[in-house]
């Protein structure tokens, strides 16, 4: 592929500022995973319904699976390892852990995620019910569990958070 077939990208991914030459329309998952080794973001449908590739671009929910990375311009993106810090769990991840909202792990980022936006979207002391929790993680599927763990997990973040 020939430079003028390339385009300059410079994000903020974690907090950390990275500049890429890339094909306008590679995934930002796959820059993600491949290219930085970002791996706890995982690929499931590729199609934007499971909920795996969820991280939060300018705070906003999105599946990387579903953004080119031309749209990155200037953007802030948290991935599931921009939670914890210095290898310590956040209050989110801890909750989950807690409460045993992870099975298998592959669904959990993308929980994680969701949780982190639905917490930052919430005014002050506000307690969401579980119709509520479920609503907001509707866009995140998971083949292991009946949810239970998972609500009582985000329930229990929302908790603490407020805490």
């Known amino acids: ?19 890429f030459e890339l094909p306008p329309l590679t995934r930002l998952i796959d820059v993600l995973r491949e290219d930085l080794q970002l791996t706890g973001t995982k690929e499931g449908c590729s199609e934007g319904e499971c909920g ?6 300018n705070g906003e929910l999105t599946n990387s699976c579903l953004v080119p990375i031309v749209q990155m311009d200037g953007a802030s993106i948290t991935t599931i390892e921009g939670l914890s810090q210095k290898g310590i769990l956040n ?33 002050t002391d506000e307690i969401p019910s579980e119709e509520y929790i479920r609503e907001w993680l509707s866009g995140n599927l998971c083949r292991c569990t009946g ?17």
């Open 147 to 163: 949810y239970s763990k998972i609500i009582e997990s985000v329930s229990l973040a929302c908790e603490v958070n407020n805490g």
């Open 1 to 19: 592929m020939s430079k003028s077939q390339t385009v300059n990208i410079t994000c903020t991914i974690n907090e950390a500022q990275y500049s």
């Open 91 to 123: 209050k989110i991840q801890q909750s989950f852990w807690e409460r045993g909202g992870a099975q298998c792990g592959f669904c959990t980022p993308g929980m994680l995620m969701s949780t982190t936006s639905l917490i930052n979207n919430l005014s």
């Open 52 to 57: 795996a590739c969820t991280v939060l671009i």
